[in-house]
């Protein structure tokens, strides 16, 4: 919203205030602009409790929709808001949106709370909206506080315009600088200057008039010098001196007004947020000002107080706000108060020496798997057909026994070929024996041994389309159940047998942390599938060569199990820790983080 529709919103909620002076006229004015500046705000109630008469009743409301659940469900958030001393924040099922509450004012004997209904927006915006109901009602808190009697209509909604003047703008600077050139025209003032505190230094953020200020300026000085004065006595000061306000020390003020005309007035008003002097406000002006003047003024700085500290805060680089944090919370550290925060604090630093000089076992931690031993592979004897399989990966298996038989048609065939041709070679060694015919009969024995050793490789083959178990164990791999009838190639493994109850622990150690491994260390060991049972091993082997898997670099560092479990099973994995000796418990927590910086570091230095 711009800023002549904001200033004419102002207008309309004090002509509707200036009709009557009674409280809930008031209260209906100030409901009025608390909507229209709060974003997204189609709602408004403000809920009043009397403490002495215990009751709870509405006393303005703005734009309430004919919707009874809704008022209801900010009536029952405005007690909650109103017991628990702040500010709520509830989504609402009756309509499309947000409630906000949050309390006005807590007196002896009477409390307020205000409750707006905004439409679905953003986290952002939902924060806006409460930081903006928190600036009205700790500054109406303040001012009827303060202020004791009601303003005049006029005089209410002056201040207001100034007060919507340097909320408008973002960022401190322009605030700052639209307060002062607006105070100074709309009640015709010769200077306006604001100063806000800057750590421990007071400096002029905006003075009307002027675009630039140079600290080393005499008037600068000395308008510094009243305000450290008005702070300082926490009090406003008025020059030249009224009845009740003798006593207090007013001498850089009354430097000010030193070559004014006369009936020159130099007012400086103290600036306040969360019941700290954060600044000031310095009027000069070449004519008398009026109480009506001090009191509005009064009202308008009381106003703004949160307001601008908020706008200055925000606008501090990013190291200075961490900076202010931390001095914040060292502060609250060596105070008085916050006894809570100073037992966590000799808690936390207690850790940090016991970290520090105590030692503790340490262990190292990485993922594991179980290895069957001695693990023995079946591959195919010769090129063939698959026939028949006999066993699945699972199945436990006696020496001997028969895994799968390749297609034997051929070699059959073969046998008997060589049988036949056996039989004829000895038919005709006989002949030529008989013959006397010694070369022939020499040359048939040759080929009878021949044929012979064909027939025996024949056989040996015969008795190789039997693939047999060579040990006593669990089949691992090697499902061909779906396979029958495919060629097997020569040495193509067709099966994979481990040993009953033969297991090693491989146990894949980061990159990071090998360094700490070592043969003979104790270790422990649990499995996903067997959660309950920890398994002891000891280190036999570290495998000097690196593998990389899953994005990480690991070494296989292997172990033996102390004990067998029948429920082992090759391929279960789980996590181990093995023990590497004693380090600081500091060591032990951050030395991850302290290698990863030194690469780092090392890696940007030149």
Not at 148 to 173: M, N, W
Not at 296 to 310: F, K, N, Q, S, Y
Not at 452 to 478: C, F, H, Q, T, W
Request: with cysteine.
């Amino acid at each position: 919203m711009n800023q002549p529709a904001r200033v004419h919103i102002v207008d309309a909620a004090w002509q509707v205030f200036s009709a009557s002076a009674a409280d809930r006229d008031f209260a209906a004015a100030w409901l009025y602009i608390q909507c229209e500046m709060v974003p997204g705000a189609y709602a408004g109630w403000l809920f009043e409790h009397d403490m002495g008469e215990g009751q709870h009743r509405l006393i303005a409301r703005h734009r309430v929709p004919s919707n009874a659940l809704l008022t209801k469900s900010a009536e029952a958030l405005a007690v909650a808001a109103r017991e628990k001393n702040a500010g709520l924040l509830e989504e609402t099922a009756e309509a499309e949106g947000y409630l906000l509450a949050y309390p006005v004012m807590h007196e002896r004997e009477r409390q307020a709370v205000v409750v707006v209904a905004v439409g679905s927006a953003p986290h952002e915006a939902l924060t806006a909206a409460m930081r903006q109901l928190q600036w009205g009602a700790s500054s109406l808190r303040d001012w009827l506080r303060r202020t004791g009697t009601a303003l005049s209509p006029t005089d209410a909604s002056d201040v207001f315009k100034l007060f919507a003047a340097t909320v408008e703008p973002k960022r401190f600077t322009d605030a700052a600088t639209a307060l002062t050139a607006h105070l100074a025209h709309l009640w015709h003032l010769d200077r306006v200057s604001l100063g806000m505190m800057r750590g421990r230094r007071l400096r002029i953020a905006s003075i009307s008039h002027i675009v630039h200020t140079d600290a080393r300026m005499a008037a600068i000085r000395q308008i510094e010098e009243a305000m450290h004065e008005a702070m300082d006595q926490r009090t406003l000061i008025l020059v030249p001196l009224r009845g009740s306000d003798r006593g207090f020390v007013t001498k850089a003020a009354e430097t000010l007004l030193a070559g004014r005309p006369e009936q020159s007035v130099v007012a400086v008003f103290p600036l306040n947020a969360h019941e700290q002097a954060m600044g000031a406000l310095v009027l000069e002006k070449s004519g008398p000002l009026s109480d009506e003047d001090v009191r509005r003024c009064d009202a308008l700085v009381t106003l703004l107080g949160p307001v601008l500290a908020e706008k200055r805060d925000n606008d501090r680089w990013l190291v200075t706000k961490i900076g202010a944090s931390f001095a914040e919370q060292v502060g609250k550290l060596l105070g008085r108060a916050h006894p809570v925060r100073k037992l966590i604090a000799l808690s936390i630093l207690a850790v940090a020496v016991a970290a520090a000089l105590v030692d503790a076992p340490y262990s190292v931690s990485a993922p594991a798997v179980i290895e069957a031993e001695g693990r023995r592979v079946v591959p195919a004897p010769y090129d063939g057909y698959l026939a028949r399989v006999e066993v699945r990966p699972g199945d436990h298996v006696r020496p001997g026994d028969v895994l799968a038989t390749l297609d034997d048609s051929d070699m059959v065939l073969e046998r008997l070929g060589l049988l036949a041709d056996r039989e004829q070679r000895r038919s005709e060694l006989q002949a030529a024996t008989a013959a006397y015919d010694l070369a022939k009969a020499k040359m048939l024995r040759a080929e009878v041994d021949q044929i012979e050793a064909k027939l025996r490789l024949a056989e040996a083959r015969l008795e190789r389309a039997s693939l047999r178990a060579p040990i006593a164990g669990v089949v691992l791999s090697g499902d061909l159940s779906q396979s029958l009838g495919e060629p097997m190639k020569l040495g193509t493994p067709m099966f994979e047998l481990a040993p009953d109850g033969a297991f090693r622990l491989i146990v894949k150690v980061d990159e990071r942390d090998i360094d700490s491994i070592r043969p003979g260390q104790p270790g422990r060991a649990v499995l996903a599938a067997l959660p309950q049972t920890t398994f002891s091993f000891t280190v036999t082997r570290v495998t000097p060569v690196l593998e990389a898997n899953g994005g990480r670099n690991y070494y296989r560092v292997e172990g033996t199990l102390e004990t067998s479990d029948p429920s082992l099973r090759a391929g279960l994995e789980g996590r181990a820790r093995i023990d590497a000796g004693e380090r600081r418990l500091f060591w032990i927590w951050t030395h991850p983080m302290i290698a990863w910086a030194r690469l780092q570091l090392w890696t940007w230095l030149p």
